[in-house]
């Protein structure tokens, strides 16, 4: 019951930002529930650490934007002090919800803090990961590719001027930086996807 009304706290804080929403939220807690029990984790903790890993949001243009998840860190800290949570149960969620970032380039120290990374990378990949990389193009009127190279093979990657070098410079990256055996599987499996997305769009372009 009190993480019921966590997630509703939750919901009415988040803005509706197309890339880091209330249903991207609960995807990443979907995708922390699932490895959390293949890997023995504390669901409690996850679930906690998934509702308020993105409590804290900037568009990713935004400067700001890099210290989300620190800031996130902060205010999930006051949030917990309402619910049942110990002091050092509050601190693994904080450290997990301040590592999570991608942008922070950093392995996170506890099981819980790997699993909440791993989850949040998840939403970025497969069938979802597509639909989020051009909403966020769109949000930020990008091109949707570089029109002489569009699949970089001649060139690097640059993800702010062409929403399709996202997947070059980042998206088909991220199963190397999973931390957990359940993670990497997941990720395989969603790159795939993305894969035979870029072959498709190869053969209409």
């Not at 803005?15 to 699932?34: P, Q, Y």
């Not at 819980?112 to 990389?133: C, P, S, V």
């Not at 949000?139 to 590719?145: G, K, S, V, W």
């Amino acid at each position: 019951m009190k993480l019921e009304k966590l997630r509703d706290q939750v919901r009415k804080k988040l803005e509706n930002d197309s890339a880091h929403d209330f249903e991207h939220i609960m995807r990443v807690l979907k995708n922390a529930t699932m490895i959390a029990r293949k890997e023995k984790a504390d669901i409690r903790i996850i679930t906690a650490a998934a509702l308020l890993h993105d409590i804290t949001t900037y568009p990713k243009s935004d400067p700001r934007s890099k210290n989300a998840s620190l800031e996130s860190a902060e205010e999930s800290r006051k949030i917990l002090k309402k619910y049942d949570f110990t002091q050092d149960e509050m601190n693994v969620i904080a450290d997990a919800i301040r590592d999570h970032s991608f942008s922070r380039g950093i392995v996170p120290n506890t099981l819980e803090g790997k699993i909440l990374q791993d989850a949040d990378r998840l939403d970025a990949l497969g069938a979802i990961g597509i639909a989020r990389t051009f909403a966020v193009g769109g949000a930020e009127n990008r091109p949707f590719y570089n029109k002489v190279d569009p699949f970089c093979k001649k060139r690097s990657p640059d993800d702010h001027a062409w929403t399709l070098d996202h997947f070059y410079k980042k998206l088909l990256l991220l199963e190397k930086t999973m931390n957990t055996k359940t993670g990497k599987l997941e990720a395989r499996k969603r790159i795939k996807i993305m894969k035979k997305f870029l072959d498709e769009l190869k053969k209409e372009i």
